[in-house]
């Protein structure tokens, strides 16, 4: 029997890496080594993240220099600002280990397009060549092979699992994509800003973000990668009242005469054997609440006859499937574990 | 000095409803004469609408039959189902008296259309003739001349707001919007049904309704004459876990080559006069939290240069100008009150 | 090693019911073998209840007259409402089979005091004496031999894991006990009500059921039990707008002088082995989101010098440790399974 | 007919500064020609503050020191925390401008029991004697003749509307009062902390503040008072997940005798004419939703038979009667106005 990978999460003080504690202290075959957090160097894990069992709500954070990360640990997974992930990337993948990074840093594959949506150039172009886009539905056989594993952005997760099937079979132009995501408010993180308190949110809503969200960086290389063609999309973040939870609604002209039970047929066959995804069928669109705390993504895919447009849905907790749940996930698929080992469905 | 308007309120259980009589009892030139309910019969005013001055508080609930509601008022609102809003509009209507309803009955011209989008046939199409479709902004001179003011829908509303200027001005392509609405909790209605109990609808949301919502058949309605063609749109209603407030983000593609700066002048000039409408600049976008409990509409216009479309947007409280509010704004247009008068800006 | 034990859950249409649901999916040494639910006869569970892994969800409700729930089980978790579980408990006893019920039908010993709260008289009187009042923190080793396990009421769970300290060391006088709970919406049951929809109680609170709540019949039973003497008690419940969690704050004048660090200490002694129940100490109050979806309570006790009165304050996830988590956790205890087994903690 | 006042808003910032200023903005005798804030120098109040008519939106936050307020206004309002309000009013007091205070500073008579529960000397002890506690209900004739009129906290607010009838009359022994309770979001304040966050505030709630919390000193002071002699009491207060709103629930050992009709009587009558107290009777108890963005205040008084207690219950809105409301009240009644004027009830 494989013994148990030895993982640090490196800033582990936001949302996306409380939720990695969390999944990996109740992972079987994971072992929580160390934990790195400049704002709770000194304090227990128990002390600032809930749900925890007693050994992992022990483990003291730390505020480790990149170069000391390595020391004792398989793994490393980054909940780290872009630019920051990088830094601990570095070295940690000159001493060898494998890193999972939840941070933009390695998503893009194009240095050039980094520079246009972050405002910076590359911080570590060299190791772009080594990095996996870790959407398992559509990279599994490279995440196996590779040891730096860029998990996807939230939105992009919800908009290519929506896309992919349709993609795929040319059903639609992909030059006419128009997307719509909202977000609950974790996807903006833990910062102590007057925009993110209670009062500001609860009872309201907005779109945000628009024309050029940073997302759109990896939402066009992976549409790109599908369609066989680059073209810009438009795509609408909007900032809703509830915690956790992702609704993604896209439109897209027909490329040709489709059916629903044919879009239907295709995308369940598409997924027919993915653990995590569920194609809804008949009236039902997807709900947040079927999804939330879990690694599952809904989806659903309709014809509109009256526009000869297509509509495709998907819901998915932007902590789970969209940052820690997939992580994992990516995790299980490098390391040959079964794939839903530790999470749920 | 005009004497007040005596005011009926037929139906005046539903959350529209009950907003329509906080908005009477505050209003200097309207005296709420009589409220209808079958659920709230015999019951206080006050018992069931909270908000409520003393004087408004004791006004009973009656259930009255249709042909008796029009005794001793001038003005009578119809807070009611589609379909049954005809049978008081009927009698109404023949004693001479101003109707104004909040249901679809009398906002789509075209009978077959309604019939299309509500499966029953049209109640009372000689009526139709007679009635305007209330959006103020858009249908100003026609209001002040009807006694048959059809109050347009929440969803409508605010997508046509965001719309008419880049219709009326030719800068979009008809054919190519497509609109996402995301709606408070109230926009459902007030019903005993297990879908919107709280721990249902909290931390949870999801799209619905398409691709047929039945709004679209004034949406359609109203684009064609802006357009001067008409075409099908798309359109995809959401449900958000707020009580109160709507937001709306609409693409289409760009006709002519616009500037930001064009189209901003061209939202702010057509809107210039307007009260109740915010056209907002800079790299702000529409917040419900500016707009709920008023009878504004906040709204923007942005290029996506990447994409060459357009983007609208608008948020709007459902009850507010969405509902109760532009119930009040169409009467006082109808009555030469000011424009104004009662509401919140 | 022990088989699985297959267990049926009766009534598992409401809030309660769907947790257990959850929770006997993931259990390993729990087969679900039986779900009835008269609502949803013929559906299969995952249309009703999310979050399951794909076997459970597949199982379908069956609408099962009492006679014939005991084919196949072993044991019979009753999520009824109270009189009705008495319906299924007689014959499930009399065919030999484990009992848990939810409902309050066997948690109060004097069927005198079941007929003055719940207005009825006792549906099974005859049952009494075998019942067990399952926390397990007050009565584990009676639980190990009883086959008709009542799971306490989520209120008395609170309320009775942060007085229970106090009363066996004679700390505070029973008589002066003032008890103020707050609870999330799930408590309040999954009904077609108009005072239960998202809108009715988003932004909203408000106290209720005093002074004669229910549960106060087994509050006062089990004080009574620790105290040595039986006296009425204060018991506030409130709703406030969340959908999981309870918070307790409990008032009791010192019997006598008690110093903070002997409260202290005299709490964390009497909770040391229990795996649920964690005391806070310093500074910090129990929070809902550190025991939201989890089988924890978190309890602490303070002293008011000014007024020589100790505070004592609970939280508990109402659908966990109050309800479902409780009953697996009984469960576990029953048939010696690790306590915590399949639950979160 | 008298001119319109005109009022300078120190500190707008906050959220009691803001409900000020939509307060004034439409109160018909009012006219605001200051606004100050630190943080906001140079913006325009309608960038800042939502829901306000045009010509106020327009007016222009200024960072004045407090030397430079009192030019151009009849009444400066200090929205300011404890301490720092002190500096605003020694110059504008000196200046004989009537100051209306918000802050803690000029509640409580007692120097040592400021200093005792704000851990600091009092800024301006030379005032005390001057300043009138502003709780109409119980001072309105000093109001009338004060230039200093200290406007409640919220909690004193909600705890001595409901407690005053009580205690005139004698009905309950003082000492055993015990009082829960419960605030939305915006009473504690708008500040960029983690602990106000969206996500660390939503689904959850807690007891905070035990057992001294800085309102205690005034709330001890009115109670002393209204009882004649001083006694320390218990107060609980707990955090709520809802935006605005305040519910308190007090029970107190019954000093006589007392009928559920005797005590309904007292509170009727105690409270028949005034405009924002509304007795509740029946069956029902005060709710958040009636009072949320009025001035009012729904009371109601019960017996608990089993315990010979008085229970006692209070909603208002913290920002409304609780604060910003309650100054223009205040206002109204120095300068004569009629008492609801600008005011919902």
């Given at each position: 029997m494989m013994p148990s990978l030895r993982i640090a999460v490196v800033g582990a003080s936001g949302y996306s890496g409380e939720e990695l504690v969390r999944l990996i202290a109740r992972h079987p075959k994971l072992e929580l080594t160390t934990l790195t957090s400049?704002?709770?160097?000194?304090?227990?894990?128990?002390?600032?993240?809930?749900?925890?069992?007693?050994?992992?709500?022990?483990?003291?954070?730390?505020?480790?220099?990149?170069?000391?990360?390595?020391a004792g640990i398989d793994v490393a997974i980054l909940a780290l600002p872009h630019g920051v992930a990088s830094e601990y990337a570095l070295p940690l993948r000159k001493a060898g280990k494998t890193v999972i990074d939840l941070s933009a840093d390695f998503r893009v594959k194009d240095a050039a397009v980094y520079e246009?949506?972050?405002?910076?150039?590359?911080?570590?172009?060299?190791?772009?060549?080594?990095?996996?886009?870790?959407?398992?539905?559509l990279h599994r056989e490279a995440i196996k092979k590779s040891d730096l594993i860029a998990v996807p952005g939230c939105y992009p997760t919800s908009i290519l699992l929506a896309l992919a099937p349709a993609l795929k079979e040319k059903l639609i132009e992909p030059k006419s994509i128009v997307i719509n995501s909202l977000s609950g408010i974790s996807g903006a993180g833990k910062k102590a800003e007057i925009g993110l308190l209670y009062v500001e949110l609860n009872e309201n809503m907005r779109a945000y973000g628009v024309p050029r969200h940073r997302h759109l960086s990896e939402i066009e290389q992976e549409i790109g990668l599908l369609a066989g063609e680059k073209n810009p999309v438009t795509f609408v973040p909007h900032l809703v009242p509830l915690s956790r939870g992702?609704?993604?609604?896209?439109?897209?002209?027909?490329a040709k005469k489709t059916s629903a039970s044919e879009l239907q047929k295709i995308y369940e066959s598409f997924y027919a054997k993915e653990p995590f995804v569920a194609v809804k069928s008949g009236e039902e669109l997807p709900e947040v609440k079927h999804v939330v705390r879990t690694n599952k993504a809904e989806i659903a895919a309709r014809i509109d006859e009256r526009t000869s447009r297509a509509l495709f849905f998907s819901c998915i907790d932007n902590l789970g499937k969209g940052a820690a749940g997939q992580a994992i996930q990516a995790l299980n698929v490098r390391f040959g574990f079964?794939?839903?080992?530790?999470?749920?469905?």
């Open positions: 400049r704002a709770y160097d000194g304090k227990k894990a128990g002390q600032v993240i809930s749900g925890l069992p007693s050994q992992a709500a022990a483990i003291a954070f730390q505020n480790l220099p990149p170069a000391e990360v390595a246009e949506f972050y405002h910076q150039a590359h911080p570590a172009p060299q190791l772009l060549a080594d990095a996996v886009y870790a959407l398992p539905e992702m609704e993604t609604t896209i439109s897209a002209t027909l079964e794939e839903t080992l530790g999470l749920s469905v």
